[in-house]
């Protein structure tokens, strides 16, 4: 069972930038997929990026295509969320998450990290 823990949200102005961390314990080898998710207030929660561990494709929602970069340091058992030019639209808890199983999500990175291991979540909140 894997254990994971964020830091480094906080509020920015919009255009501004933060990094999320995300602290991993255990063996990552069984998960398909490692990533990040995020939930506004009345929302259902998304998944924001993803890491496909076995060929190490990174996927992004559309929202944040080209403003967030997923990263990961196999040596410091670290997961990061580089987020610049954030907008109101990005205000959210953010969750660091990690897939259960190593096969049979057929691509469907979203829901092998909802459906998997999470975090206790960081608050982002951007103000316009």
């Known amino acids: 069972q894997l254990q994971l823990m964020e830091s480094g949200g906080g509020s920015v102005q919009a255009g501004g930038s933060l990094r999320l961390s995300c602290a991993v314990s255990?063996?990552?080898?069984?998960?398909?997929?490692m990533g990040w998710l995020r939930q506004a207030p009345g929302k259902e929660r998304e998944g924001v990026a993803a890491l496909f561990i076995g060929g190490g494709r990174t996927h992004y929602a559309d929202s944040v295509k080209g403003r967030f970069t997923l990263s990961r340091d196999n040596a410091k058992n670290m997961m990061y969320l580089q987020m610049n030019n954030l907008q109101a639209e990005d205000t959210a808890m953010y969750y660091c998450?990690?897939?259960?199983?190593?096969?049979?999500?057929?691509?469907?990175?979203?829901?092998?990290?909802?459906?998997?291991?999470w975090g206790q979540g960081t608050q982002v909140t951007v103000s316009s």
């Open positions: 998450a990690a897939a259960s199983g190593r096969t049979g999500y057929g691509g469907n990175w979203q829901g092998a990290l909802e459906s998997g291991y």
């Open positions: 255990g063996d990552t080898s069984y998960s398909a997929y």
